[in-house]
């Protein structure tokens, strides 16, 4: 059973417009979230992430947002570049006190693909 | 078998000592990922290696030393370690590099270096 779930497998957005990316999850456990960028023939790279205390963290043009009643969270891209064309990867984790202490859950990813 | 299977789990060490973290996988991935993740921070990226080449080295100092003796097994092996080196140690493996989906990580081995 997906513990981390990103129910749309590709997205397709307007250069300039905004990207939305979505994923749930199901164990009330995760207290640390994270997005992940991975362009094709690299490793996941760390993007932004957000504590269960904090229900919007913002870096630059990327934005993550925290609904924990609906498990929810999504990263918006303002506005979306054509090089932010890559798979984004949620991913969860339980960490609880001093640190992490749990593995780190992955979503399956969503393409984006950010058109001139 | 879905899983990626890193042991030790825990692992002291200290200054001088020489050791391995292993990593073993079974799903026919052809990709495979070393991460550090240190205490509230997420995991940065440290080697990939993509049909047993290392493709990708992000800086990583020499006292760690990837090894891919084959299409299952991903090592790293630890010398002369400092203790700011402690931390979780997180392998994950993919189909491919170029792959959008299956990409699964270990439980991690817990590394005090002391």
Request: some cysteine.
């Amino acid at each position: 059973d997906q513990q981390v779930k990103q129910n749309s497998p590709s997205l397709s957005v307007q250069e300039g417009r905004i990207s939305i990316l979505n994923c749930d999850y199901t164990n009330s456990m995760f207290d640390y979230f994270l997005w992940y960028k991975k362009y094709p023939a690299e490793g996941p790279t760390f993007l932004i992430s957000i504590s269960s205390i904090k229900d919007k963290n913002e870096d630059g043009r990327f934005t993550v947002f925290l609904n924990k009643s609906a498990k929810h969270l999504s990263l918006h891209i303002v506005p979306s570049q054509p090089g932010d064309s890559a798979v984004y990867f949620c991913a969860a984790s339980a960490m609880g006190n001093g640190g992490s202490q749990g593995n780190l859950i992955f979503g399956k990813g969503t393409k984006l693909s950010v058109k001139p | 078998d879905t899983e990626v299977t890193q042991t030790p789990k825990h692992l002291v060490m200290g200054m001088t000592n020489k050791k391995s973290l292993k990593c073993e996988q079974h799903m026919g991935h052809r990709a495979m990922y070393w991460y550090k993740q240190k205490a509230k921070k997420p995991p940065e990226l440290m080697f990939v290696y993509s049909y047993e080449k290392l493709s990708i080295n992000e800086s990583v100092p020499s006292r760690f030393s990837p090894e891919c003796p084959n299409s299952s097994l991903l090592n790293l092996h630890l010398h002369a370690l400092q203790p700011e080196d402690s931390a979780l140690y997180l392998c994950a493996s993919s189909p491919q590099t170029v792959t959008n989906y299956g990409y699964t990580f270990g439980s991690g081995t817990r590394l005090t270096v002391v």
